[in-house]
Each structure stands twice: as structure tokens, then as C-alpha cells.
């Protein structure tokens, strides 16, 4: 037996990943599948069609015959309502989601007795690591950050020996110590920067130093559920606002990483901080998208905020789309190692990996904070 597995094309205009690349199309086929490419989906990521069909890829340029019979369904954004419209009951969409902004297309999903599998909720386990889509793009972001800042400093990152005197290297801080602020810290340092990291979580101090930074400590410890940082007291964000206030004044560049998924992104330097930057100082808030870690950032814009260029990216990992969707695209395959067996898919509902990654299946939405949302009612398990 075969299923066949839907590659689709983003529709998106800032999007240029895809979700499978050949190579791994290749990987996959052998887990007995056949895959179909939404015609010209791999070509703003570099991947032609060409490429697609000597590995075994065919295309075809309907979307609504591309879905109508597929078993799976694989993309990088959420799809339209349309195109979920489309599939046949008992498809497995394989794509991020973000349900909390995405009510309309949950209950499509739902409605149209969807099994989802919503790639930002996979469980951030050692055993789900290879699966794990967030961190693999996050990775990329932040190593794509500080190149993005460092195109608008008008200063070099390392220091430089000329005839006529020495420059001093740059001196960069960023704030963040997660998957992207690690990989920003290991991109600035490697570039020569002076690099300065921050967390709110104390844990992260050993991680920034093993990639050649200082950790500032401000002293709290604000650890919370799931690897991620929990909200601040007001004493708490005072404190910390003291003494991080000294170390943004003396950055040349900034970049902030901070974020909690479903809610608006934390407020990390306030005007008053800005302010007090130098001229032509550079920050670069990674969390401009869900409405920045920064005070004046807007999503998709590069703008002046006193002293300050405020770059506010809005999909980092897409500026190196071929990468990117290498990454994601074994993601996926990891994934589906999981559920598909000799061209039978057959999810385990048990395994919390499974469990955890699934937001709708059999006409139900099977994720409880999601369906609080969407439904106000506890959510049913798959």
C-alpha cells in the first residue's frame, strides 16, 4: 500500500520555504508513500521542479486536485480555509498553525474531521529534538539576526589593526538565551563582537559563555513551565530594568529573542531605554512579529526610534528559505517516521509525542488550551 502525501505551495508573500525538499522526498517515498508537488512550490527556496521529478516528485498546478485525494498534507504556514475545505475526512495536515490567531481554520479543521498536526506543539522532549520545527528554525533566525544587524550599523563587529590606528570591536547584547539567542550570541562572537547575553532565566549563564559571551545576572530567577521564562512581578521587572538599563546604553547592537507561545511577546527595553542608546545603534527585536520585545518596533520595518534603527523581521528563518526548509522538511520526516508504516498511516494516540503534537482529529479539537479558546469547553482526548 501507498499514501499519497500533498506538498503545498505558500501562498504567504514573505514566505518563501517549502515544507519538503527532494532529497528528503526521497527518504519519505521509501516509507511507501507517493508525493505530489503543487507545481513551482520549491522554486522561491531555491529547490526547482526539475530537481522534484528526478527524485520522483510529481507536480501538479491545482491546489484542489493536489489535496482532494492526498492522505497527507504537508506545509510551513497554515493553509487557507479554502484549501482545508478541500481535503477528505480522515487526512492528516501536517503544518504550523498558531491556532490561538487561527480560530476560523481550527474549526474548518475540525469540521472537516482533520487530523492535524500543528508543528509548533511538538513536545519539547529529548526524544522529540529531531522533530522539533521551532528550534530548527530558530537556530537559523538567530544565526541570521546579527548579519541583518550588522548591514545597518555603520561599524564594523571585530576590531581591525590599520595604518592609522586600531578599531574597536563592536559590542553586542543579546537578550534572549533561548535556541535563536544562543546561535545570535555564537554568530556575533565568531564575527569578533564583544558579546554580552541575558535570560531571565539563570540556568541559560553556562550556556552564553560556552559560545564566548558574558552573562549579565541581574540576580532574578524567573524560570517557568515547559523551558520557557514565566512573567515577572512588577519588583522583579524594576530590578532587572536597573540594571539592564546600563548594559543596552552601551551596546552598539541589540537583538531581542523573546517570546511565549500564544501571547504577546514581552516587553524587554521600554522609550526611556532607547533613548539613551548611542547614536546609530542598532536593534534588531526578533519578537516584532507577535509585537516586539521593544517599545516602537513594527513588524515588517526598518525605522528610526531616537538614536536607535529598529529592525523588526518578521520571518527570519525565510531569508534563507533553502536551509530553512532542509531543516523543516526533516522535521517532517522524523515526524512521520512515527505514523507511517510501510504505506499504512496508522497515528499511536498513546505516544505523547503524538498526543502532544495533534490539535484536531475525528471531527474533535483534541488540544484543551486550544479548545478553551476556540470552544470554551475541556478538551476530549484523540
Not at 121 to 140: G, K, N, T, V, Y
Not at 177 to 185: E, T
Not at 228 to 256: G, M
Not at 290 to 318: D, W, Y
Amino acid at each position: 500500500m501507498t499514501v499519497k502525501i500533498a506538498i503545498l505551495k505558500e501562498t504567504q508573500p514573505d514566505e518563501r520555504r517549502v515544507a519538503m525538499i527532494p532529497a528528503v522526498a526521497q527518504r519519505i517515498a521509501k516509507l511507501g508513500a507517493n508525493l505530489v508537488l503543487e507545481q513551482g512550490a520549491g522554486s522561491a527556496a531555491t529547490y526547482t521542479d526539475d530537481a522534484y521529478t528526478k527524485a520522483e516528485v510529481t507536480q501538479e498546478p491545482d491546489t484542489g486536485k493536489l489535496v482532494a485525494d492526498a492522505d497527507i498534507v504537508l506545509s510551513v504556514q497554515p493553509p487557507s480555509v479554502e484549501t482545508v475545505k478541500q481535503m477528505k475526512p480522515g487526512a492528516l495536515l501536517v503544518s504550523f498553525i498558531y491556532a490561538q490567531t487561527q480560530p476560523d481554520l481550527v474549526k474548518a479543521l475540525r469540521d472537516g474531521k482533520i487530523t492535524t498536526f500543528a508543528m509548533e506543539l511538538i513536545p519539547r522532549i529529548s526524544r522529540a529534538q529531531a522533530m522539533d520545527a521551532l528550534s530548527s528554525q530558530a537556530a537559523l533566525a538567530g544565526y541570521y539576526a546579527p548579519l541583518l544587524g550588522s548591514v545597518h550599523m555603520q561599524k564594523i563587529l571585530p576590531m581591525m589593526t590599520t595604518a592609522v590606528g586600531s578599531l574597536r570591536a563592536a559590542r553586542v547584547l543579546v537578550m534572549g538565551l533561548g535556541v535563536a539567542g544562543l546561535q545570535a550570541l555564537a554568530t556575533a562572537h565568531r564575527l569578533g563582537a564583544v558579546c554580552e547575553g541575558y535570560d531571565v532565566r539563570p540556568e541559560t549563564k553556562e550556556e552564553a559563555e560556552s559560545v564566548g559571551a558574558k552573562f549579565v545576572d541581574t540576580g532574578i530567577d524567573a524560570r517557568g513551565a515547559g523551558g520557557y521564562a514565566r512573567e515577572l512581578t512588577a519588583d522583579e521587572k524594576a530590578k532587572v530594568r536597573a540594571t539592564l538599563s546600563q548594559h543596552i546604553a552601551q551596546a552598539d547592537l541589540i537583538i531581542t529573542t523573546a517570546a511565549v507561545p500564544g501571547r504577546k511577546a514581552p516587553r524587554l527595553i521600554d522609550a526611556e531605554q532607547l533613548a539613551d542608546m548611542k547614536e546609530g545603534s542598532v536593534v534588531v527585536d526578533m519578537g516584532a512579529p507577535n509585537g516586539g520585545n521593544c517599545e516602537g518596533t513594527k513588524a515588517g520595518e526598518t525605522i528610526k526610534v531616537g538614536p536607535v534603527v529598529m529592525v523588526g523581521p518578521t520571518n527570519l528563518p525565510s531569508s534563507l528559505a533553502a536551509q530553512a526548509s532542509e531543516l523543516y522538511a526533516k522535521n517532517i520526516y522524523n515526524l512521520l517516521e512515527q505514523v507511517l508504516h510501510d504505506g499504512v498511516l496508522k497515528p499511536d494516540f498513546t505516544d505523547e509525542v503524538i498526543t502532544g503534537t495533534t490539535l484536531t482529529h475525528d471531527g474533535k479539537i483534541t488540544n484543551a488550551a486550544i479548545q478553551k479558546v476556540i470552544e470554551g469547553t475541556p478538551a476530549e482526548k484523540a
